[in-house]
Each structure stands twice: as C-alpha cells, then as structure tokens.
C-alpha cells in the first residue's frame, strides 16, 4: 500500500485539485510543493479566490501600476490580472497536463458571474478568456444555470474545454450532461480533435448539507437529528450513479468511438462546514474511479494529514443514498426547493465576490495613480 493518503486516492482514480490560487502561491514555489508532496494535479478557481489573492498580495503591486499608467478599466484590469494568474498556473502544470493527455494538469478560470443569465454573453467571454491564456490545458468554467446550458454546448462546440460549476440537483446534472454531449456531437461535426476536450462537471457537496442540516435542526425531532450530515454525500453518490449510467449509453459509445472523452464528475465544496463532522467527510466519502475531488488547503491538508483511504466509498451506496433523500422528503424538506435555494444563493455570492474583486482593484489602481 503507498504511504500517503493523497498517493492512496489518486491511486483510487481521484484526481486531487486545488480550490485556490494566488500569484503569491505560484512565485513562492508553494504551489510546485503541492505538486510534488500531496499529489495535487490541478487547480480551480472562483471570483471568492480572485478577491481574496488580491486584498491580501503583494505581489500583484507591480502589474497594477501598470495598469493604471496605461488608463486601463477596472474591468480589463481584472480581466488582465487574473488571466496572467491563470497563465503562469497553466505553465506550473503543463507537465502533468502532458502526462495525462490533458485529462489532468488542468486550471480554471470562470466567466465573469454577472453573465450567469446571459448565453451569449457567456458564450463571447470563454472565447475571450480562452484566446487570451492560450494554453490547452485551460478549463473555462461556466456555471451550470438554464442560460449556461446552452453556452457549454456552444463552447465545447468551438473545440474549448469547459469546467461546468455550481450543480447541485441531479436533474440539473442529467441536464448538464445532454449539454455536454451535445456539444462534442457538435465539436465533431465542426471538425476538432475531439481527444482534445475535457469537461469536468462540478457538483457542490457541503452546501447540501449546511442548508438541509438548518432545516433538520429547526424540527428538532431524534429521526430529523439522525440524518444530520448524510445528505450532502448521498446526492453527490447518486450523482455518480447518474454518471455511470449516461457514459455507458449508446449515445456516449458512438462519441467514444471517435475519441471523445467522457466528463468527469468533479466534487466541489470540499470543506467541511459544521464542526462535528469529520474534516475529511467529503474526500474519504467521495472516492471512486474517474473523479475528481477539488480541494481548499485547509481540507487538503487534514487529507494529507489523517484520511482514511481505504478505496471505492460510492459505488454500492445508491440504495441507501435514495434512503436518506426519501426520508427528508418525508420530513416535508423539499429537495428540489433545496437545490433551487442554493444555485441562487451560489450565484449571488459570486457576484458579490465580484464586486468585492472590483473594488479592490479599483482601490489599489487609483492609489497606483496617486503614487
């Protein structure tokens, strides 16, 4: 048996990502280390992230400066900023990206949340955003709303990978996967090397149970209490099953044939919210092949630290996992209003986060003027 628990799970057929990225990570080395130690084989990002690496880096100083010497917008400042992030991680992994033929090595990079209702806008900036990397091993992430659906198609479409985020319903996800196809049906009849195209599709896990567990809480009842924790997993396993299912249809096999490969389900909203869960749950729950398991260091770390790996923990698990949502919904907690809730709220908070990106840069352009 190897000797780590991330070497474990990415033997598990887990693909370890990080939820983070900064320009601090990568000038210092700090994100090569990850590489190299805990077996991380790629990176997402999010406008919470691109917010957070700029209120607190310095080394961002310099590129402002220019910025705003050359009278550049907020807005393309932030385009240039992050893009330039995005780059340099993309370079960090190319060895690994060459490794696995792309399946892994990847970096993500989201359309701008305030076009989150907006197909075409959507489909316009993961053209610009992936002309303005230019690296293959870029994923542009778009989340998965009614008006994203047609952008993924669209943008698979054009030959581009894409990163679809912010799932957390399973007919969402079956929608998110017709798109998927769609678009490589599409990619082929344009003419791409379809081998060249990798999705991931992003399935939010803890936020499942942060909501459902307030409304467990607020019955009180010993059954209500019994089921604390236990949805988050069960959804995103049945998520799998969804996904065994799909890629095994005669549909998918005549996509296969010519190359195509299938989109990986991506767990996403690793870190555990509510202290009396293990600090681990949502990896070590969560393992099976052609995964992906995305990351924030601090849940990476205690991975590293303390998971118990011990192999495939969803397959076997959908008749319980249908268990635990047939009784919530038999405690009156609507599934469906649930998942409703939290693409909205999800939305919401990207675009706050946005704005909150916005105006550091703002901030740190006009006080660059000043000097």
Known sequence: MTSTPTARLSEAGVSIWLDDLSRERIVSGS????????NVVGVTTNPSIFAAALANGESYAAQVQQLARSGATVDKSVFE???DDVIQACDVFAPVAE???GVDGRVSIE??????RDTQGTINEAKELFDKVGRYNVLIKIPATKEGLPAITATLAAGISVNV??????ERYREVINAYMLGIEQAKENGHDLSTIHSVASFFVS????EIDKRLDALGTEEATALKGK????NARLAYQVFEEQFATERWQVLAAAGANAQRPLWASTGVKDPALPDTLYVTGLVAPNTVNTMPEKTLAATADHGEVTGDTITGTYAESNGVLDSLDGLGISYNDVVEQLETEGLDKF???WGELLQTVQTALDTAKEA
Request: overall charge neutral.
């Open 81 to 83: 900023i992050t893009t």
């Open 165 to 170: 985020t912010l799932i957390f319903s399973l």
């Open 351 to 353: 675009v706050v986060s």
């Open 207 to 210: 936020r499942v149970d942060a």
């Open 99 to 101: 490794a696995t033929h």
């Open 231 to 234: 949805a988050g997993l069960a």
């Open 111 to 116: 359309v701008d949340p305030r076009l989150s």
């Open 31 to 38: 994100l090569k280390k990850l590489v190299d130690e805990w």
